[in-house]
């Protein structure tokens, strides 16, 4: 019973004591009012004169009325300085307003870049503090006594909503540059209107933080029935002339309105109209107008052509060894081998003549003296391949991706060299796990996640990077903007990174709190004594505040960076991320999963250490790919398997030696080029040797056919010359071609595709020379050895001829010499079928250039990495969470300073700038991000050195009576008591203002001035009462070399890009920084240029359309050339051409479907595919082109001859290569390569061994042989017995 009691009487005793206190309160202010006779009138005080003060030195009111007082001379002209509305009598002490200048200085360096916003601010406070009728719109309404006195301990303060809003109107876009932020979420909690402020202004200050020490209620209404009258000032507008504001603060400003808006980005032209519901873009319709058309006049010509058409009999054709027999060109009577005497006239170009002539004799040569020419030709590779002791890999991603002499690379360059290399970054980023019912995901903001952080930071404190032997600490390496912490960006910095604060700050409740008062809150900023942005700490949240619904943690680590790094500073940060990274995999990712969170992580090195890693990731791949090759070969180029025969007509010997000959001309390119000092890369070590293989698998192929079509009743030295006259001037032709069409790759400006195109030229080259002479001596041994009935593997076992069959007679024709001549030739012979593959091939081609343009271009950087590595979740992470871009400078070169120049007001966005400033402009741009993926307003060193000198500035740039620098008076000890120029408590004095008005030239300071002040801007360290310094914001924003002549050489102005999530983002936002800084340069006559990290990488995709339609018209061109040349056809030629520009369009249009992207790795394929399809279609042409009789029986003859070689030889050979592919661990392999790669293969093929007969069949060049005089005879009796 006792103890309920206690718990009824314990709310009855504290109801008492309240109404206790609120009666004491009650008569104090009644007994304030009745002592103060008129308390509310013209030339009254509500509080006037100091009657105490806090624990923490502020001062408190005296809650007295009493009559304003006349201030002397002296006192009247420093209120005038600051409080230019009061005149008269004040109700105000000196000391009080000593107390009031100093408590809004603190504010003034926000706002003095507008002196019509500062003037309105200073005016609502001038009139609160000094204001001769004070008691007209002050009220005391509550009072508390300390040290025996009664002092303010609230007031009711009346102002009318117009000057509030004329207030607020003219200071809510002043910007603080140093933050790239508004002032108002300094001075005003982020205040979105009036009320707002009002009500933070208002707010009691705890004892030891800046702010009122006594509480303000704004109200706008007077209490009825009382003489009182709200303070009506007129409030200046930001755009009023003679207080105007800059165009960056006061967007609203008649003057800022006549300059042209800034002009979007460029973009591609996308012509498009509806029809219905379907929107068309122009290009497509125009190709499908296009296909009518042209498939309408094909039918047409088909149709009139047809009934034309005389079937020819069937001719009969020589091998053109015999031909050259005799006098080379025109062959006298010969026997053929059906007894005819014939006559046959040749028609060879000079260059044809000479090819023919040279192999014939090179056949020859080689079949006696296939030691020698093996020996030779293997000695010359391998010299070649000596220089493989200079070989290196190059494997830093800014030496692979980007050409030294890129734009972008010469200002990384300049910006790294003048200003300062961008810092090294190592993240975490922890996120909550999507409910599974749901789909969303909680919030990360918890108590328990939280103390996880700080455990979390407490490891990554204690890690130990190895470097030389010496420990290095991550305060070993971190960037220290101001003193000795790092400036870690992490929500715990809200806690000043030390967990014992948790609680006593208040734990999620402060968290929360500082979400939305970072910038006005001193127990919000960070151990390093900066704001924190909880954008850049928190992850996931919509909008742009609502930051408690985040649903990650984002943890940066800014490392610092150095050019040249003759310190090993750079050094020592790997070794340190190296620990980091093991540390992350080891323990801190069981740690978050243990808590249901995920963990993606990354450091600077990380994408260079994974490429390195991902060098051995495909070799178990890429090797199996060769031996499927190289079984492949062996099968292929020998003869229908016979068991009985099996073991001698097998090549796998030869198929051996043919893949240890594509090695060799691999190591021979590598080796010469390692030589030369070029290094080599990650792709051309796990790429050519797959490449030269596939494409020289093709010519091994061709020629073994070639000599085993050969009469078996002739000598090898005959079958070899004859084979070689056969296919030797296409096996040149096509090598020529895709050694061209490499070469043209090394054109490519980035240097990873360059080297690799270098490099597969080279070795495809090398290739081709060790085919014709190195394999083809083993093409003469291991006919030897089928003729010895030797073993195949073990040639030095010979069979005993009794007990089987000789394989020297070889076998009849194979299953696809067979099908080619009885099936795919007949059926594509068939007119309708002509037309249904002339029309099907036509229309793919024509939508595949339709829909190129939506080609899109980048190279996605998970896709360059290893599928299992670390960083594949990472970059998801970094799309999902990030709500803050890459930082975006714009660099000024050689900004003249000097006060003649007109430079200064052409850059800076303060009082009296140009209104079509650089920083006005960026300040605009930010208003429409869309387009200039600018998201914020930039920092200018510039504004807040000139705020900091101004006379306004009064707590900013000041200096002793000798000249020296006086910091402000919150940075004791500036000197030591002892000292002349410091009081007793350690505050300087005699210290001035470094400049009156009259010192400066329309505000703005002389050379000399400029000269002087700017290192102490540079080093002056931002506080309370000057939060313009300069050091740590601006510290590395200007070179200062030689800036004594009156010319900074180079400065920066820092803004942000917004999120970019997409290759598409990263594209556009460095095209739209290209063409703001260009625009800005031709206005302003500066040279301006945008730099942020990524640019060096991005660059190149500004003109990959270009760079891959030059060097894809230059390949084609040049294999036009070398196809005219050595065939003398220009319609032949012209056929190739159309044929490889078909492949090609067909190609893209595939690319598009799959998503594959276009950057260097798929242009280098692209040009790339152009010289693999050449082999497509070359074989095919030149039969054709050698064949005589009519077009379908040159077409049907050309199949025949080469069909089975091109879909054995070229087709399934790199078919069955490709396929292995698709089982490599690397992204990139089975994008750029297997999906490339499988579609060049499917296409090229459709077009080497279906369309392009078809059209050789149709409109092929003239035959090169005249008719014999025999079938010329038969020809016109045929022709005859028609017509009768």
């Known amino acids: 019973m006792a103890i309920l009691f206690k718990q ?3 709310p009855l005793l504290l109801l008492q004591v309240i109404n206790l206190s609120v009666l004491v309160s009650a008569e104090l202010i009644s007994s304030l009012n009745t002592n103060s006779a008129p308390r509310h009138s013209n030339d009254y005080c509500a509080m006037y004169d100091i009657c105490g003060q806090r624990s923490d030195g502020k001062v408190l009111n005296c809650p007295y009325a009493s009559p304003s007082v006349k201030p002397d001379d002296l006192f009247s002209a420093k209120i005038q300085s600051l409080c230019p509305t009061i005149t008269g009598n004040v109700c105000c002490t000196e000391t009080q307003f000593d107390t009031l200048r100093s408590q809004v200085q603190q504010a003034v360096p926000f706002l003095v870049g507008c002196p019509a916003c500062l003037r309105n601010f200073l005016n609502l406070f001038c009139e609160l503090s000094c204001s001769p009728n004070q008691s007209l719109f002050i009220n005391v309404t509550s009072v508390a006594e300390v040290g025996g006195n009664l002092t303010v301990d609230g007031i009711d303060y009346h102002v009318t909503d117009m000057f509030g809003e004329g207030l607020y109107e003219s200071c809510k876009e002043v910007k603080f540059g140093t933050m790239n932020t508004r002032a108002i979420n300094f001075v005003g909690g982020g205040a979105q209107n009036f009320r707002e402020w009002f009500a933070f202004i208002g707010q009691k200050a705890p004892p030891g933080f800046p702010g009122s020490p006594y509480a303000i209620n704004f109200k706008s209404v007077t209490p009825e029935l009382s003489a009182m009258a709200p303070m009506n000032l007129s ?6 002339t003679s207080l105007g504001c800059s165009c960056g603060d006061c967007p609203s400003s008649p003057a800022c309105s006549s300059p042209e808006p800034l002009p979007p980005p460029h973009e591609e032209d996308s012509c498009s109209f509806r029809i219905g519901p379907l929107k068309v873009r122009c290009i497509e319709l125009s190709m499908a107008l296009l296909y009518i058309l042209l498939v309408s006049c094909f039918f047409g010509w088909a149709a009139f052509n047809r009934t034309r058409d005389i079937t020819q009999p069937d001719g009969s054709s020589e091998s053109l060894v015999h031909l050259l027999e005799g006098d080379g060109i025109n062959s006298e009577l010969k026997e053929s081998t059906l007894g005819v005497k014939v006559k046959r006239h040749a028609h060879l170009s000079p260059v044809q003549r000479y090819m023919a002539t040279f192999y014939k004799t090179y056949g020859s040569w080689i079949a006696r003296n296939p030691s020698l020419v093996l020996f030779i030709s293997v000695a010359v590779v391998l010299a070649l391949s000596a220089g493989l002791f200079r070989f290196k890999v190059e494997t830093r991603p800014e030496k692979l991706w980007v050409g030294p002499s890129s734009k972008a690379a010469e200002e990384k360059k300049f910006f790294d060299s003048h200003l300062s290399p961008f810092y090294r970054i190592e993240q975490l980023i922890l996120a909550t796990v999507p409910d599974p019912k749901t789909g969303r995901a909680p919030s990360i903001v918890t108590e328990e996640n939280i103390l996880l952080l700080f455990d979390i930071q407490e490891k990554v404190n204690q890690i130990r990077g190895n470097y030389s032997g010496s420990e290095v600490f991550l305060t070993d390496i971190c960037l220290k903007p101001l003193g000795e912490d790092c400036a870690t960006q992490s929500i715990l910095q809200y806690f000043k990174m030390d967990v014992e604060n948790y609680d006593e700050y208040g734990g999620i409740e402060h968290a929360e709190y500082c979400f939305q008062h970072y910038t006005s809150s001193e127990l919000c900023l960070s151990a390093f004594q900066a704001p924190v942005d909880p954008s850049a700490v928190l992850g996931g949240f919509s909008g742009s505040n ?38 992350a995999k080891e323990e801190l990712l069981s740690m978050v999963q243990s808590n249901n969170l995920t963990l993606s992580f990354s450091s600077e090195s990380s994408i260079e250490e994974e490429l390195k890693r991902e060098s051995t990731a495909d070799v178990i791949t890429i090797a199996v790919s ?4 190289f079984v492949y070969i062996s099968v292929t180029l020998g003869d229908a398997p016979q068991f009985y025969t099996f073991f001698i007509s097998s090549k796998v010997l030869l ?4 893949v240890v000959l594509v090695l060799l001309s691999v190591l021979g390119s590598v080796g010469f080029f390692s030589a030369l000092g070029v290094k080599s890369t990650l792709i051309i070590m796990e790429v050519i040797p797959f490449l030269v293989l596939a494409v020289g698998v093709d010519n091994m192929c061709i020629l073994v056919r070639a000599v085993k079509r050969q009469p078996r009743d002739i000598s090898l030295e005959d079958r070899i010359s004859s084979a070689l006259v056969e296919v030797g001037p296409s096996i040149t032709l096509a090598s020529l071609s895709e050694v061209l069409a490499f070469a043209v790759g090394a054109f490519v400006p980035m240097p990873a595709c360059r080297i690799f195109s270098m490099f597969a030229a080279l070795a495809i080259m090398l290739d081709f020379f060790l085919q014709i002479t190195a394999f083809v001596a083993l093409i003469v041994f291991d006919c030897e050895r089928a003729a010895d009935n030797r073993i195949d593997c073990f040639p030095c076992v010979k069979v005993s001829s009794s007990s089987q069959e000789s394989v020297e007679g070889g076998t009849g024709p194979g299953f696809l010499e067979r099908y080619m001549k009885e099936v795919h030739a007949p059926v594509l012979g068939l007119w309708v079928v002509k037309m249904v593959v002339v029309a099907v091939f036509l229309a793919f081609a024509l939508a595949s250039i339709a829909l190129s343009p939506r080609l899109e271009t980048g190279l996605e950087q998970k896709i360059v990495l290893p599928r299992d590595s670390y960083l594949q979740d990472y970059f998801d992470s970094l799309a999902e969470y990030l709500r803050v871009g890459p930082p975006l400078y714009f660099v000024v070169k050689d900004y003249n300073y000097s006060l003649e ?45 000139l705020v900091w000198l101004s006379p306004e500035a009064f707590g900013c740039c000041r200096k002793f009576t000798n000249g020296s620098y006086c910091p402000p008076d919150d940075q004791p000890p500036c000197c030591t008591a002892d000292e002349d120029i410091c009081s007793l408590d350690g505050v300087c004095r005699d210290c001035t203002t470094c400049f009156r008005h009259s010192d400066l030239v329309r505000d703005r300071p002389s050379t000399a001035q400029f000269r002087e002040k700017l290192p102490w801007f540079l080093n002056a360290l931002p506080s309370a009462d000057c939060a313009k310094g300069g050091h740590g914001a601006y510290t590395n924003s200007v070179d200062l070399k030689g800036y004594e002549t009156g010319v900074i050489q180079a400065s920066e102005f820092r803004t942000y890009h917004t999120p970019l999530n997409t290759q598409g983002d990263y594209v556009n936002s460095l095209r739209a920084a290209r063409e703001f800084s260009s625009r800005m340069s ?56 159309l044929v490889l520009v ?45 064949s005589n009789g009519n077009r379908e029986q040159r077409a049907r003859k050309a199949l025949e001859t080469m069909g089975a070689s091109v879909f054995s030889g070229i087709t399934l050979t790199k078919l069955v290569g490709v396929m292995v592919l698709c089982f490599a661990r690397s992204e990139i392999f089975v994008v750029y390569y297997f999906q490339m790669y499988l579609a060049l293969v499917i296409i090229g093929f459709l077009h080497g061994l279906v369309f392009l007969p078809v059209i050789l069949s149709l409109a092929g060049p003239p035959q090169i042989y005249l008719d014999t005089e025999e079938e010329r005879q038969r020809r016109d009796e045929a022709s005859s017995s028609l017509l009768n």
């Open 655 to 658: 198929g051996l030696s043919g």
């Open 8 to 10: 009824l009487l314990t």
């Open 1082 to 1137: 031709n206005l302003l006559k500066i040279d301006i240029f945008p730099y942020s990290v990524f640019y060096i990488f991005f660059e190149q995709y500004l003109n990959i359309w270009t760079v891959a339609l030059t060097n894809l018209a230059i390949a084609i061109g040049a294999i036009f050339v070398v196809c005219l040349l050595i065939t003398s056809s220009a319609w032949s030629s012209a056929i190739i051409v």
């Open 901 to 945: 120049s007109r430079h200064t007001n052409q850059l800076c966005s303060i009082s009296q700038c140009n209104s079509n400033s650089l920083l006005n402009e960026i300040s605009r741009a930010s208003q429409a991000p869309e387009t200039s993926y600018i998201a914020k307003p930039a920092a200018s060193w510039l504004d807040d050195f």
């Open 546 to 583: 609502n930051y408690s619904e985040a649903t990650a943690f984002v943890i940066t680590y800014p490392v610092n960076n150095m050019v040249g790094d003759s310190s090993n500073e750079n050094a020592r940060a790997i070794a340190w991320e190296k620990s980091f990274i093991k540390l």
């Open 235 to 240: 409030a200046y507008s930001c755009g009023d």
């Open 626 to 629: 060769y031996l499927v090759m």
């Open 1142 to 1186: 078909m492949i090609l369009a067909d190609l893209m249009g595939v690319m598009v479907v799959l998503g594959i992207q276009l950057n260097a790795v798929s242009v280098v394929n692209l040009i790339m595919s152009i010289g693999i399809a050449v082999e497509f279609c070359v074989h095919i042409s030149h039969a054709f082109l050698m």
